[in-house]
Structures are given as structure tokens and as C-alpha cells.
């Protein structure tokens, strides 16, 4: 019998899967608009034509500071080609480089290293800009705004709220729990402090089945973040989608709500994937690098698979985690052992912890599906704490989630992991004025 093979994104160079024969299998690869034939003039476009603000050199003219929100290292963001070209445009309307802040927008990730600072932003801009990291732990490096009309506290980097001019680049993908990134993320939580985080990542929000990849369609926490860039007079942004490669395929610049907007009904119409009923199993990863470098991220391929998973159906997650685990906070989380039931039951309505959202958002997948595990770069401590079976050899781990299944079961396989939108026709969910894609 011929093995059915397929490459999966895994770590920096992919992984070979042979596929166990008698299944039916369905491979979901990740759907995509079309690279631009010339990104430049795309940008340079959209720039100077942006959506319901004016062109961005205008937009700085008079304006004595900026400020550029842009992702960290654990998003593919085109920053070394969208920066320069919004650069130009600030300096040309009188800024000079000293005048223009660039922040990480790390959220309560750990600070990129300086070597990290040059990929993100390129050598060029990495040498010659003032490049700080956020640090959402330390809270007197923040300014209180208030408070949302739904009572999270609002603290926003002073650094950000200082500048004259509120500018975002980021990208636009599905969001485990935001519908997309992209837009109002690079404010907060991006550039929040803890106390505001912890808000955002409650069981308030986490638990809610609006807060969903795919949808900001009556998403709360969608709604949450909007408010709170609202209040940090977030001014313009640009955005992109890439393509399958990573280029940009498209382009969306101005109003943060409205070019965001746009973005996503984009997305969603390029990357969406429909099953017409829900598989029995589902072969997916964390995307590779860099999302697979910590087991926190690889996480995001066990949700983005569940929406297509029948209920008490299996998931499998391969992720490279050559980072290991994740954060201090999350660590320990991990190796406290509790049952994924006892986690859910311990966290509700305590005090929030760093990190608990992405395990709770696990757990709520765990506590309805089986799931497996091949994780080899987190530290042998973990695995026995991992709800779910962790297999030490990609082989294993296959043969694992589809022992004892029925002859012909439908397995999906995801190479490429979060980076497909799929859904079951009879659940889609649509986000706003679009069809819907982590």
C-alpha cells in the first residue's frame, strides 16, 4: 500500500509525515491571496492614499515626535519593508530620526535581543533609529487612561502616548482568541502593562464563545481593543496580509479601524477553508518558525484545529519548541500538574496570572477533545504534565492519535497549522461585512 507523505512546518527546515494508511485524509493547506507583483509601490500606494485619514506625510506635518508600534520577533511582520517607507515620509514632513521612537510591542512577552532588534526592524533602522522594547512589568513606564466601559483598567506605555503621532504596523492573521491580529493589537496588548493584560486575558473574555479565531463579529475582546486604542489615540496604522511565502500580498493603510477592517475581509476571503462536517482527527502544527519556538505559542495550532475536530475526536500538534516552554509565569503553570478540569475550576474567579489565558484556552479544547503531543524541544519535566499524550518520535505520535480509529476516519492534516482559517460549513462564523480566518 502506497504511504501518503506530507511536509509539515516544523521548526526552521519542515518535517516529513508518513501518513498511516486506511484513512481518509483531507490536507487543509494554507490558502492565500497572491504575492504583489511590485510591494513597493503597494505600500508607497496605500501610503499616500490611506483610508479615511490623510496621506501619512500630511498626517506628520507639524508634528514634533512619532511613535511606531511594531510586532516582536514571534511574528513574521515585513518591518525591514514597510518601516523605511514610512520613515521617509515622517522625515520628509520635517521629523528628524531622533524625533521617531520605534517600540517592540513584546505585550508580556520577553524583550527582543539586540541581534532580534536588527531582524525585526532590518540593519538599517536597527542602526540608525531609537528601537526600545515594551515592558509590560513595569508599570510606573506606563499611563493610566482610565477605564473601559467594561471596567479594565487601561495602561498604555508613556513612551507610545508621549509621541505627537500614534502610528501601528503589524499583519493580519488569525487570532486564537482576537478573531485577527493586526490593527488595535499592536496598542494593547501590545503595549500594555500586565495590569491591563491580565484583564484582557480573563476568563471574562477567554470563555466567551465569541472570542474565537476567525470572527470580530460581536468578538468582545475585538470590541475591548478597539476602545482601549481609542483612548491612546492610536492615529494611523498599516497593516499587511502576507502571502503563503511570507511576502506581502496586500496592503491597508490609514483609519486603524477601518484599514484594519478591510485587512480582515481580505484575509478571510483568501484563507478561509470550509469542511462540510467535522473529521474525526486532525494532524496540525504550530506553523514552524517562529511561532513554534516555545510549546506557549504551539498551543495556537491545538485551538486554530479544534473548530473541525468532532467532539471527543483526536488533535495531534507538532511543534519544535526549540525555546522550550514559554515564560517564567507559564513554567510553572505547566508543572503544577493540575487536571485540565482543575485549572479551569482554580483560575475562575481568582486573580489572574501571567500566561493562564493560553493554558485555559488549551483546556477548553483538552476537556472536549483528545489530544497528542510531539514536542521534542520542551525539557522532559513537561511532558508528563501535558493534558494529552506526548510521543517522543513524529512516527509515535502519529501512529498514537489514530490507533483504535475506524478504517476510513477522516483526518484532516494542516501543515501549516494556524495559518488555516478552517471551519465546519454548519458553524462558520462570519466576521464583520465578510465571510471569515490563528
Known amino acids: 500500500m502506497n504511504v501518503m507523505r506530507v511536509n509539515l512546518a516544523f521548526g526552521k527546515t519542515g518535517l516529513a509525515a508518513d501518513l498511516p494508511p486506511g484513512f481518509r485524509y483531507s490536507v487543509l493547506e494554507a490558502r492565500s491571496a497572491r504575492p504583489l507583483a511590485d510591494w513597493k509601490g503597494g505600500i508607497d500606494a496605500a501610503l499616500n492614499a490611506p483610508l479615511g485619514r490623510p496621506p501619512l506625510q ?16 514571534t511574528r513574521p511582520a515585513p518591518n525591514p519593508q514597510t518601516l523605511p517607507l514610512v520613515l521617509r515620509r515622517l522625515e520628509e514632513a520635517g521629523l528628524r530620526r531622533e524625533d521617531i521612537t520605534i517600540l517592540i510591542a513584546t505585550g508580556l512577552h520577553r524583550a527582543a535581543t539586540a541581534a532580534e532588534i536588527r531582524q525585526i526592524c532590518g540593519e538599517p533602522v536597527a542602526a540608525n533609529y531609537r528601537v526600545v522594547n515594551h515592558d509590560a512589568r513595569n508599570l510606573s513606564s506606563h499611563r493610566h487612561l482610565g477605564t473601559t466601559a467594561s471596567g ?51 476568563p471574562k473574555f477567554m470563555r466567551d464563545q465569541r472570542s474565537i479565531e476567525g470572527s470580530t463579529e460581536d468578538n468582545p475582546l475585538h470590541r475591548e481593543l478597539l476602545e482601549i486604542a481609542r483612548m491612546a489615540r492610536h492615529d494611523f496604522i498599516l497593516d499587511v496580509a502576507l502571502a503563503r511565502d511570507r511576502s506581502i500580498a496586500g496592503v491597508f493603510a490609514g483609519d486603524p479601524e477601518l484599514a484594519h477592517r478591510r485587512g480582515v475581509e ?20 504550530a506553523a514552524g518558525h517562529p511561532l513554534d519556538l516555545t510549546f506557549y505559542q504551539t498551543i495556537k495550532g491545538v485551538t ?15 511543534g519544535a519548541c526549540e525555546e522550550g516552554a514559554g515564560a517564567p509565569e507559564f513554567r510553572q503553570m505547566v508543572l503544577e500538574g493540575l487536571a ?24 477548553l479544547v483538552t476537556t472536549r477533545q483528545k489530544v497528542f503531543y510531539y ?11 501535558l493534558w494529552g499524550r506526548s510521543l517522543p518520535t513524529l512516527e509515535e505520535a502519529l501512529n ?36 471569515t480566518t490563528a
Open 58 to 73: 500630511e498626517l506628520a506635518r507639524g508634528k514634533r515626535t512619532a511613535a511606531i508600534s511594531v510586532c516582536d520577533i
Open 152 to 202: 479594565t483598567p487601561v495602561y498604555v506605555d508613556e513612551r507610545f502616548l508621549a509621541a505627537d503621532l500614534h502610528i501601528t504596523l503589524g499583519f493580519i492573521e488569525p487570532h486564537l482568541m482576537l478573531g485577527f491580529s493586526g490593527g488595535r493589537k499592536l496598542v494593547a496588548p501590545g503595549l500594555a502593562a500586565q495590569e491591563t493584560i491580565k484583564v484582557l486575558h480573563s
Open 266 to 285: 481580505f484575509v478571510s476571503r483568501a484563507m478561509i477553508e470550509t469542511l462540510e462536517e467535522p473529521v474525526d482527527a486532525a494532524i496540525t502544527t
Open 304 to 318: 486554530a484545529a479544534a473548530h473541525i475536530v468532532k467532539p471527543g475526536g483526536r488533535i495531534l500538534v507538532a
Open 340 to 363: 485540565d478540569t482543575e485549572f479551569l475550576e482554580q483560575i475562575s474567579g481568582a486573580p489572574v496570572t501571567v500566561d493562564q489565558w493560553q493554558l485555559e484556552k488549551l483546556a
Open 375 to 385: 514536542v521534542p524541544g520542551l525539557a522532559a519535566e513537561y511532558h508528563p504534565k
Open 400 to 435: 498514537a492519535v489514530t490507533e483504535g480509529l475506524t478504517p476510513g476516519s477522516r483526518i484532516a492534516v494542516i501543515p501549516e497549522g494556524p495559518y488555516v482559517l478552517a471551519t465546519v460549513r454548519t458553524r462558520q462564523t462570519q466576521p464583520e461585512m465578510a465571510p
